[in-house]
């Protein structure tokens, strides 16, 4: 086995760099019965399941809540949810992450976009070609006998690789 196997240290800023986010807290959802009361859906009936009205068809007493899961069920429409995060997305034509801040249930950054190519300044695009090339240039030395044979092409190739290392240290400087 040759010693040359290190991939460069450095990742460049880019997709694969991005900064954690944060995360849903579950057990700071509300309680269910205090979070539809709160919403302006009082809640009828004894018991772990209540009524109340359903938004979703307009219907005045056909959604059933679960006061412990904060599960949700329309008898008419079929509108139905897991939790109170559930209900809280539908009613509000929220997405998880605006819920979840909503509701206080959300520590952290928010989640970001993944980032596409179309996203990436010049200089990222630079960077990320120049360290694709690093790594097939290592895998390209790794399958060669080393030190390298000095087969023209590879040597092209080796000649390209410095070259995009110094148009990106150049943009950095
Ligand atoms: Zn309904």
């Not at 899961?69 to 509108?79: E, K």
């Not at 998880?96 to 996203?119: N, T």
């Not at 895998?139 to 040597?155: A, C, F, N, S």
């Amino acid at each position: 086995m040759t010693a040359f196997c290190a991939l460069p240290s450095r990742a460049p800023r880019g997709p694969a760099t991005r900064s954690a986010a944060g995360t849903f807290e579950r057990d700071r959802l509300p309680d269910p019965a205090s979070y539809f009361e709160s919403q302006g859906f009082p809640l009828k009936g004894p018991g772990l399941w209540r009524t109340t009205r359903c938004d979703f068809h307009g219907g005045s007493d056909s959604l059933r809540i679960n006061t412990r899961s904060g599960g949700w069920c329309c008898m008419a429409c079929g509108a139905k949810g897991g939790d109170v995060l559930a209900f809280h997305m539908q009613h509000h034509g929220l997405n998880f992450y605006e819920a979840a801040k909503a509701l206080d249930c959300w520590s952290g950054d928010a989640p970001q976009r993944p980032r596409g190519p179309a996203d990436l300044s010049d200089r990222d695009r630079l960077e990320l070609v120049a360290w694709e090339l690093q790594i097939a240039w290592v895998i390209l030395g790794d399958t060669r006998r080393w030190p390298p044979q000095t087969d023209p092409d590879y040597l092209r190739f080796v000649q390209a690789v410095g070259r995009v290392q110094r148009l990106v240290q150049r943009g950095a400087a």
